[in-house]
Nanobody, 124 residues
Framework: QLVESGGGPVQAGGSLRLSCEAS????????IGWFRQAPGKGREGVAC????????RYADSAQGRFTVSSDSAANTVYLQIDSLKPEDTAVYYC???????????????????WGQGTQVTVST
């Protein structure tokens, strides 16, 4: 089971910390990715991180305001979003990569298991 939480309504300029908790997986996943899908748009990669939290990567659009972190003991990954903008409004998803790559990819096809998403709505 993969469960995202922490979304909700927020005013522009505010911050949110999204959580993604993994439980019950018998196979080892190596990386966790964050993606988002805005209304009427396709799913966009935001960031990814290794399970141990030692390596991370960000999409160009996420540089500077997004921070991904991992608590491997809790099997939880976080996405901190600061200085929120209305264009950040989207459903945010986390996903698991069970592959053997040494570094994570922010690519939809690299992930095999997806959560149900958490809605972030930013108002002016």
């Amino acid at each position: 089971q993969l469960v995202e939480s922490g979304g909700g309504p927020v005013q522009a300029g505010g911050s949110l910390r999204l959580s993604c908790e993994a439980s019950g997986f018998t196979s080892e996943y190596r990386h966790i990715g964050w993606f988002r899908q805005a209304p009427g748009k396709g799913r966009e990669g935001v960031a990814c991180i290794s399970r141990a939290g030692t390596k991370s990567r960000y999409a160009d659009s996420a540089q500077g305001r997004f921070t991904v972190s991992s608590d491997s003991a809790a099997n939880t990954v976080y996405l901190q979003i600061d200085s929120l903008k209305p264009e950040d409004t989207a459903v945010y998803y986390c996903a698991l990569d069970f592959g053997t790559r040494s570094s994570c990819w922010i690519t939809f096809g690299a992930y095999e298991w997806w959560g149900q998403g958490t809605q972030v709505t930013v108002s002016t």
